[in-house]
């Protein structure tokens, strides 16, 4: 038997019709889906993205 945890985990992954169908019957918070390429966004909609590239130093520098 799989888990729900497991099942909303899978369905994050995904974005699709039948992973947003899934979140929603576990009552999680749907996310936006991702635009299609060439389409014209709003700007606040990627707040934040440049921390997730922001290059704070090497992961191997904390390696022991």
């Given amino acids: 038997m799989v888990s729900a945890d ?3 985990r899978a369905a994050l992954r995904h974005d699709t ?3 947003r169908a899934m ?3 576990c009552g ?4 936006r889906s ?3 390429i060439g ?4 700007v606040d909609a990627y707040d934040g ?3 997730c590239f922001a290059n704070h130093g ?4 904390r390696m022991i």
């Fill in 58 to 61: 090497s992961p191997m520098d």
């Fill in 34 to 36: 991702r635009p299609r």
């Fill in 23 to 25: 979140l929603r019957a």
């Fill in 39 to 42: 389409s014209i966004v709003a």
């Fill in 49 to 51: 993205l440049g921390e």
């Fill in 17 to 19: 019709a039948m992973s």
């Fill in 6 to 8: 497991y099942m909303i």
């Fill in 28 to 31: 999680v918070p749907v996310p």
